[in-house]
């Protein structure tokens, strides 16, 4: 690769890493990724550091047809939390299920491979598969987000969702188009999270 090419790949490198923005799940809309984009995803996901190659994670897709009973998933697990919960709460529950046209759980595993390797390590190598894919997803032109919460550690939302007890729940990936975007937050500046030892 000659120097002018070098300087190219790492412009473009660079501008579509700062123009990625986390998009939450209600401003992600259809069109979603085809099935050769979700490939292409996936195969980015595939490129992530995996110490021994143990591939420690997976993804889970949650298919249009199983929204609804996602959304009772995260109903009962409010329930198991909250008896109290208003029916509007437990509709906003169900509401999260039906969000983004592409909706996946990353999941962790704990006892895949060698113990040996750390359980840092692992989640480490998730992060960068997830970090992979929504860089690839913003070049196609989508948004994506995380999100998280209790339900993922409610018995009754895992034992759905057919987990395993060694394996964690980490967050939901959404990918879709990008229905209305909010500012830009200020990312830090460097001296705000390096340090030379010594110093």
Not at 34 to 45: D, G, I, K, N, Y
Not at 101 to 129: F, Q
Not at 149 to 168: D, I, N, T, V
Request: glycine share 6%; hydrophobic share 45%; aromatic share 6%.
């Amino acid at each position: 690769m000659s120097d002018m090419e070098k300087d190219t790949a790492t412009r473009l490198a660079s501008q579509l890493m700062a123009s990625r923005q986390t998009v939450l799940p209600k401003r992600l809309v259809a069109p979603g990724p085809t099935a050769a984009e979700l490939a292409q995803l996936f195969e980015a996901a595939a490129a992530a550091p995996d110490h021994d190659l143990i591939n420690p994670w997976r993804f889970l897709i949650i298919p249009a047809h199983k929204r609804v009973d996602l959304g009772e998933l995260f109903a009962q697990a409010l329930t198991e939390r909250d008896p109290s919960a208003s029916q509007d709460e437990l509709a906003q529950a169900r509401d999260k299920a039906l969000r983004a046209p592409l909706l996946m759980l990353l999941i962790v595993d704990e006892a895949k491979g060698d113990a040996e390797i750390d359980m840092h390590e692992r989640v480490l190598s998730a992060g960068c598969a997830v970090q992979n894919i929504m860089l690839l997803a913003n070049a196609m032109g989508y948004g994506s987000g995380l999100t998280s919460g209790k339900a993922l550690k409610a018995a009754s939302f895992r034992s759905g969702l057919g987990l395993q007890p060694h394996e964690q729940a980490l967050c939901f990936l959404s990918v879709g188009t990008v229905s209305a975007r909010k500012p830009f937050k200020p990312r830090p500046g460097v001296d705000k999270f390096t340090h030379i030892w010594g110093d």
